[in-house]
């Protein structure tokens, strides 16, 4: 009996040496293929918390640079807006500088001083009538007083500056103006180039086309448009010869041809064309007759 169980008990250390010596060349590939197995199994188990938390990261992240990124927007919207404010308060300022240096190169008239004003509101209802200007009495300005706009040419003299208006009332610090197309207007006017006189008394607007009327104009002339139109001096608070437009011409009729209607068995009506754009003022100046 004792043979047989050494012989078992050699059989089985053989087969544990065995089985041992393949664990230990095996190890490696053992140990990945458990890990291989316990990482399948524990996956959703260990991955779902970092995936909530890399999820609400990436989240918070995204939101935290949209965020950013409107309020990058919103800030250099704003810069933008203000240098464009800026921009445009530079460009106005070199208009108003180049305005006021070609008022400055006006020639002197004897009797009449210069007063320069910004025109400061116009009345919507009233645009083409009347507006008001940063002068009045306390500056010397008067009513009756004629006001010019300068106009862009480089022809004589007697054409740099063009009647806008007249100073219809004041106060101590600003000034009423009502321009030609008003009937408060009524400045006297001459054609030299027909050798008659008028009255500008009111206009019309047809589209873009503006005009004053010229009242009490004798019958019995060849009018032509284009003639130019300029103060007659009749008041004393307007000297004479200051430009103040052309007559209109109509194009339907052909261009020479004037637009003159009859206005009763003595005289004739024309439209006439103003020299300035009287829609479109900054500055103007006024001619205030001097105390003698």
Not at 7 to 32: A, C, D, E, T, W
Not at 91 to 97: A, Q, S, T, Y
Not at 135 to 144: A, T
Not at 205 to 219: Q, S, T, V
Request: net charge positive; hydrophobic share 35%.
């Amino acid at each position: 009996m004792a043979p047989r169980i050494k012989k078992s008990s050699s059989g089985v250390f053989i087969v544990l040496f065995l089985v041992g010596f393949m664990v230990v060349i095996n190890f490696q590939h053992i140990k990945r293929f458990a890990y291989k197995i316990g990482s399948d199994f524990f996956y959703p188990f260990i991955e779902t918390p970092s995936l909530i938390k890399n999820k609400v990261t990436t989240g918070s992240l995204i939101t935290k640079s949209k965020e950013e990124l409107a309020a990058k927007a919103d800030r250099y919207k704003k810069e933008n807006d203000k240098l464009l404010a800026e921009l445009t308060s530079i460009d106005e300022l070199k208009r108003e500088v180049k305005t006021l240096r070609s008022f400055l190169e006006i020639e002197d008239r004897p009797k009449y001083n210069y007063i320069f004003s910004e025109v400061l509101s116009r009345d919507p209802a009233f645009w083409l009538e009347r507006f008001t200007i940063s002068k009045g009495s306390s500056d010397g300005i008067v009513p009756g007083s004629p006001v010019l706009s300068r106009l862009e040419t480089n022809g004589p003299s007697n054409k740099k500056l063009s009647v806008v208006g007249r100073v219809l009332d004041t106060t101590n610090h600003t000034a009423v103006v009502t321009t030609i197309f008003s009937k408060d207007c009524q400045l006297s006017v001459k054609l030299p180039e027909s050798g008659v006189l008028g009255i500008l008394n009111g206009g019309g607007r047809e589209g873009k086309r503006l005009w004053a009327n010229i009242n009490y104009l004798p019958r019995n002339i060849d009018y032509k448009a284009g003639e130019e139109v300029y103060t007659s001096g009749a008041s004393k608070w307007t000297p004479s010869s200051l430009y103040v437009g052309k007559i209109a011409g109509n194009k339907v009729a052909g261009e020479d041809t004037p637009y003159i209607k009859e206005q009763n068995n003595l005289f004739i009506e024309a439209q006439m064309e103003p020299a300035s754009n009287i829609e479109d003022l900054n500055f103007v100046m006024i001619m205030v007759r001097a105390k003698e």
